[in-house]
């Protein structure tokens, strides 16, 4: 089974909600992290940096733009999690 698949089968006991979206689409190398009043940015290629950001404009345009995406990614989601389930049947 695929991978992601797998993961999959633990996201309602261990409540958790994802997104699928195609990596032609959005695929990065790095992470963004927010929390209260900070952002926190992270590369995973060599060197390893992250640059943290504590401010509460900045924190809030980031929630806005991750709302967005979140919302206008659902359709996307589950047409890629129904392809994914007929590959691996």
Known sequence: ?????????????????????????????????????????????????TTVIEHEDIA???RAMYNLVWQKTEKETTMNIEKLRKQNS
Do not use: C, K
Request: hydrophobic share 35%; glycine share 2%.
């Open 1 to 49: 089974m695929n991978e992601l698949l797998e993961r999959m089968a633990e996201d309602v006991p261990n409540q958790i909600e994802r997104r699928v979206i195609d990596r032609s689409v959005f695929e990065t190398g790095a992470q963004v992290l927010m929390y209260n009043s900070t952002v926190a940015h992270t590369t995973y290629r060599n060197p390893t940096i």
């Open 60 to 62: 809030a345009t980031y």
